[in-house]
């Protein structure tokens, strides 16, 4: 016999026979017919316990970019059951949505308002300063000169240093 005549034949995948629920199907095809992108889908409270995100913003889109910043959201993260343990992200930006999201454990009464406008304008930032590509095609976000952009904050050394000390206080 010759190693032709050894070959097994070729082994299918298995068949994944699961399908989902009627109802989990109906909600899903409601939600991929909604035409706004999807994250405009949830409504995150701009007012806090102790902040507000809006008056905050704002004054901010009043004194550092001319009110340039139109129809932005912005708004509380989700509150999550446990903190975080290794890394936390104060502020995220959705520029093709105008979301902002600010994370819910800054909405904290040992936790200065200088330092939560700083988070707010270095998310603003980003919708004005454009991101750099490197030669291989990588994105660069923090790059020099949103670096140079982000110390033209009022607070800026003292939020670094106030987050720098702080940090251990939102992780687990």
Known sequence: MDAMSKRQPARKPPVRRRTPKPAIRTRKRYLAAVRAPFQRQFEFASDGRWFDLRAIFDRINARYFRNRLRDYTIGWGRRRRERPKITIVFGSIQEEDRVIRIHPLLDRQFVPPWYVEYVVFHEMLH??????????????????????????????????????????????
């Open 127 to 172: 919708a004005v300063v454009p991101d750099r590509y490197d030669s291989t095609g990588r994105r660069i976000i923090h790059h020099e000169g949103f670096l140079k952009r982000e110390r033209r904050f009022r607070h800026y050394r003292r939020s670094r240093e106030w987050e720098e000390e702080n940090l251990g206080r939102f992780l687990r």
